[in-house]
């Protein structure tokens, strides 16, 4: 009883005292674009609860696209207000970074978000079912897949609206996961992006249940992968002390300065450092795609459905590869010696492993994903450079690569047999002469994932490896060329697949798509080729944008 009055009297206490108990102090303005997104996720809900079913689809798509444009002129608000520059700081008590990567990343998140948005809504190129357009996503998810639930979800029409509202919340996480400035926070963005990506790699409405299968492997390694970062948070924690990026980094560079008592025996204990960061690292790695974490990748990117590949291919790259920048140059510059020849040992491995084993592809969907790794190879070289050069070209290449990317996916949506999207390398044959236009912007892409001259992939490939060359990776960049050149190799089979091979009587047809996906891929494709012919003023952008706030 005496236990239980005094944490009486000390509630009583502290409620008597207010002025005792500091408020935390919050820079709401700078971080409107996170909170503009989530704010309209959780009204997306609402609509969902409240909203009569035949509304939904308009009334998601309209607040989806607003609520993303609103959120990238909050991005452009802050950085002409020198957020970017000189005005760049660490709000939100120390959990969040305001500086230029992080608004240039986000940035590059919400423009690529709102072009997945179209693709997302594209309800033209299946066939209407029961009179009523269809999506690619499920008519009932929670159905057994043939069952009698999703057989009558079909012939009433229904559409799966829910994905705008889970497609925002992935775009919230990831907006915080690159301008995370503590560990915490970095494991909570993890989290908020990563559970949506798990559900929507499960709604294909054809093929269920290779989607349901990929979801699941999905989940299952973002599982490990999580509690490996969250192990290596803990670690870090008993070496330094601290979550924050900052405190990490003072011990670290100068040891423990105000030793904690109950952390006396731990800190500045090499060991923990070392297993700490590289469990870290462990888990952001994963999210990249990089060898030898990115098992879970080709069968993520063959199950999912493609709008949602294309979403998942561009942004997560780029909320990764932020995070993992950040960690490195911010958390970790200290160690450098210690983490470059690791970080070598896996471009290397990324960039060779990707390109070798998508020549052995024979599905377009699984060669862009071992794509995806060998470029993930790629923009580590960047990273490796351990220069404001390196940090700048990295974030230029995942902007370039995003677009891309996401262009490359709503192509693979139109070309379509009886079962729905025909991913067969050889249904394509002969593509190039049943529709010369779908074939040419397919094939712009491909070079441009190539790294041919006039593309926005040659500008990235070459910044990257300019800056790894300077802080003297230069074997490092040999090894990229001819991993370049191995990835040539089957960018070009698919073109001379689509050109040079006769079409078959029975190959796919190219669906109509409506005006959402063709503004997808007009955007990819013009995107390509304006980084690709000038690309000096972005590179410039994002030269001004390569100082993280310390």
Known sequence: MSSVASVHSLWTAAAGAPGKIPGPHIEYA??????????????????????????????????????????FAAVIGLAAAGFGSSKAHVAAMGAVAVDGPALFLQGTILLVSLIAVFTFAERRLDPAAHGRHVDSFAAQPAAVPGGAAEQAAVKA?????????????AVGGMLIFPAANDLLTLFVALEVFSLPLYILCALARRQRLLSQESALKYFLLGAFSSAFLLFGVALL?????????????????DGAKQIDP?????????ALLLIGGALVLMGLLFKVGAVPFHMWTPDVYQ?????????????TKVAAFGALLRVLYVVLPGMRWDWRPVMWGVAIITMLGGAIVAITQTDIKRLLAYSSIAHAG???????????DGVSSVLFYLGAYSFVTLGAFAVVTLVRDAGGEATQLSKWAGLGRRSPLVAAVFAVFLLAFAGIPLTSGFAGKFAVFKAAAQSGAGWLVVVGVIS??????????????????????????????????????????????????????????????GVFVR
């Open 378 to 388: 790629f923009i580590l070289a960047g990273v490796i450079a351990t220069s404001k």
């Open 303 to 315: 199950g999912a459905p493609t709008p949602v590949t294309g979403f998942m291919a561009a942004a």
């Open 484 to 545: 370049s050149a191995i990835a040539a190799f089957f960018y070009i089979r698919v073109i001379v697949v689509m050109f040079f091979n006769e079409p078959k009587a029975e190959g796919p047809t190219v669906a109509v798509p409506s005006p959402l996906t063709s503004t997808a891929i007009a955007v990819g494709v013009t995107a390509t080729l304006v980084l690709g012919l000038a690309p000096q003023y972005f590179l410039d952008l994002a030269g001004h944008a």
């Open 157 to 169: 029409g229904f559409t799966t609206t829910e994905v705008f509202p889970i497609l925002l919340f």
């Open 262 to 270: 109950a952390l006396a025996g731990t800190m500045s204990n090499d």
């Open 237 to 253: 924690y008993g070496y330094a002390g601290t979550v924050t990026y900052a405190g990490i980094a003072e011990v670290v560079s």
């Open 30 to 71: 700078q971080l409107s674009p996170t909170l503009i997104v989530l704010g309209a996720a959780v009204l997306g809900i609402m609509i969902e609860a409240f909203v009569p079913r035949r509304s939904r689809y308009y009334s998601q798509l309209l607040l989806s696209l607003v609520a993303l444009a609103a959120a």
